[in-house]
């Protein structure tokens, strides 16, 4: 039995990924640093930013055959619905009931767990290229600090951490999303992104 293999040519999505990113991550930080007030426009961009365009980049990377990228820009995606749905439940959406019972803490668990994700894809983004390396170090600060003053440990210092990290997420996502654009249209090292480690590969 002969066994045809078709490859179907897709662009790089790592810049459309990278632009949600850096987009919900500027939106969100905002609030955070206490520059804006409330969720309620930063629900938006965690949808069609945050999620959407990471989950377009998903689905392309799983067509290029990139377990890690897919994996990242899948599960980051997830994220950014889940928050999107969990900031409309406590401003009473779906109802003033739901929005009494809802306990913070659940989201404190939750940060852990995208924590425990974001350290072993770290160690994976070693060997990517030394930008995506240092967006992933950010996002495990900025889970740190999410988790911590979520759970009321530190509360200050640790929404303070979770706030600067998200700015430098989404400074080096934008940097990372021109590079890749840039790069791939010139055929060209025009914005470097960093070698690899060379540690595991």
Do not use: R
């Not at 959407?52 to 067509?63: P, R, T, Y």
């Not at 994220?79 to 439940?89: D, K, R, T, V």
């Not at 994976?124 to 390396?133: D, I, S």
């Amino acid at each position: 039995m002969n066994e045809n293999k078709v490859k179907i040519v897709v662009a790089d999505p790592s810049a459309i990924g990278l632009f949600g990113l850096a987009m919900v991550t500027l939106v969100a930080s905002s609030q955070k640093l206490g520059l804006t007030d409330g969720v309620s426009l930063v629900i938006p961009w965690a949808i069609f930013l945050g999620a959407c365009a990471q989950l377009v980049a998903c689905i392309n990377d799983f067509k290029h055959n990139n377990h890690f990228g897919a994996t990242a820009f899948g599960a980051y995606a997830f994220f950014w619905f889940s928050m999107a749905m969990s900031w409309m439940i406590q401003n009473g959406v779906f109802g003033e009931s739901l929005a009494a019972a809802a306990d913070p803490k659940q989201l404190g668990f939750a940060f852990i767990g995208y924590l425990i994700f974001t350290l072993f894809m770290t160690i994976g983004a070693m060997e990517t290229n030394k930008v995506l390396f240092f967006i992933f170090l950010m996002i495990d600060f900025l889970f740190i600090g999410l988790a911590f003053s979520t759970l009321g440990i530190a509360e200050h210092a640790m929404h303070s951490l979770a706030a600067y990290s998200e700015l430098i997420i989404s400074l080096l996502s934008f940097y990372g999303c021109g590079a890749n654009v840039l790069n791939n249209h010139f055929g060209k090292t025009f914005l470097p992104v960093g070698k690899p480690f060379g540690i595991f590969k």
